[in-house]
T-cell receptor, first 116, second 116 residues
Framework: KAGVTQTPRYLIKTRGQQVTLSCSPI?????VSWYQQTPGQGLQFLFE???????NKGNFPGRFSGRQFSNSRSEMNVSTLELGDSALYLC?????FGQGAQETQYFGPGTRLLVL | AQSVSQHNHHVILSEAASLELGCNYS??????LFWYVQYPGQHLQLLLK??????LVKGIKGFEAEFIKSKFSFNLRKPSVQWSDTAEYFC??????????????FGRGTSLIVHP
């Protein structure tokens, strides 16, 4: 079974631009969570989607948004990029509603975003 | 706000040495506890998890962790490490919010290097 895939793997943007990252969960998984990983803040939870609905949200500004499609694929969008948005963005999938359902999350390789 | 502390940022051991990585969290309510590992060049993956029941949980590759509720701790242990255990280790806590959702919080990670 294929794992979680994320595209693109690397991305360079400039301040003020917007970016969209994509995540394809493991086949059959319906929950997708997004995380931001930086050297300064570590791994931080952005949000979780299940059945095309955002079920859970971390403490990030409204510039960070996401959506999930009927095939469970998810996209994350960051608008008006700032230098501090440079990070590794990780996606994780689980079978059902992950965070509260005590299920194992499977992580993807991440998208490394550099904002200049 | 909940927080997760991993006391050791860098640990260097020789093969066959015993390992204990500390993890403490600050949250008094219901929590689910996890240890994740990231081997060089690989995705973040689950080592073990605790939800309820026996506070001593066993994970993959000979790792175990003990939940001590009174100390808000979930320390990771392995009696005899191998060179292949060289990796980054993350402790994570999912805390149940008043509305019923769970928010994951990760520690900053511990880098383990095992000398052959």
């Amino acid at each position: 079974k294929a794992g979680v895939t994320q595209t693109p793997r690397y991305l360079i943007k400039t301040r003020g631009q917007q970016v969209t990252l994509s995540c394809s969960p493991i086949s059959g998984h319906r929950s997708v969570s997004w995380y931001q990983q930086t050297p300064g803040q570590g791994l931080q939870f952005l949000f979780e989607y299940f059945s095309e609905t955002q079920r859970n949200k971390g403490n990030f500004p409204g510039r960070f948004s996401g959506r999930q499609f009927s095939n469970s694929r998810s996209e994350m969008n960051v608008s008006t990029l700032e230098l501090g948005d440079s990070a590794l963005y990780l996606c994780a999938s689980s079978l059902r509603f992950g965070q509260g359902a005590q299920e194992t999350q499977y992580f993807g390789p991440g998208t490394r975003l550099l904002v200049l | 706000a909940q927080s997760v502390s991993q006391h050791n940022h860098h640990v260097i051991l020789s093969e066959a040495a015993s390992l204990e990585l500390g993890c403490n969290y600050s949250y008094g309510g219901t929590v689910n506890l996890f240890w994740y590992v990231q081997y060089p060049g690989q995705h973040l993956q689950l080592l073990l998890k605790y939800f309820s029941g026996d506070p001593l949980v066993k994970g993959i590759k000979g790792f175990e962790a003990e939940f001590i509720k009174s100390k808000f701790s979930f320390n990771l242990r392995k009696p005899s490490v191998q060179w292949s255990d060289t990796a980054e280790y993350f402790c994570a806590v999912n805390a149940r919010r008043p509305g019923g959702s769970y928010i994951p919080t990760f520690g900053r990670g511990t880098s383990l290097i095992v000398h052959p």
